[in-house]
């Protein structure tokens, strides 16, 4: 099983944003940092999520994948399948779409100071895109 580690960080709402992804698997530990542009905190959530699937995808295809995440949100809409917010749809739906990829995937919702990896990786994406 993999676990997968992912949260999402915006300077303002919207504002610059990034999405931080840690994966430990197989006894060795992974890190992602995306700059996402101006998004709201809860967009990049959603696409950090989807990020990770897309390296799952390449690098641990037909693995069971444990996410974990301190958005309360996107663990529901996952859980649920269902979000009546506009801008979430598409995500959600990208997102369904990549984990039915794999024989299994799911969500659990951490506390933030259990996702520091991940925090740390989307608030450095965030300074990679003050840099460009």
Not at 18 to 33: F, H, N, R
Not at 47 to 68: G, M, Q, T, W, Y
Not at 104 to 115: D, E, H, M
């Amino acid at each position: 099983m993999i676990e997968v580690y992912v949260d999402g960080a915006a300077q303002g709402n919207p504002g610059l944003s990034g999405a931080g992804v840690y994966i430990k698997a197989k006894g060795k530990q992974y890190e992602y940092s995306f700059p996402l542009g101006s998004r709201t905190s809860h967009e990049a959530e959603f696409i950090a999520v989807i990020k990770a699937l897309d390296i799952c995808h390449k690098e641990f295809p037909n693995e069971i994948l444990s996410f974990r995440t301190d958005s309360q949100i996107v663990v529901d809409a996952i859980e649920s399948g269902y979000t009546k917010n506009s801008l979430f749809q598409p995500l959600l739906t990208d997102i369904i779409e990549k984990g039915n990829q794999f024989p299994l995937y799911f969500f659990k919702w951490i506390a933030s100071k259990q996702n520091h990896h991940a925090d740390r990786l989307a608030k450095q994406a965030i300074y990679k895109n003050e840099k460009s």
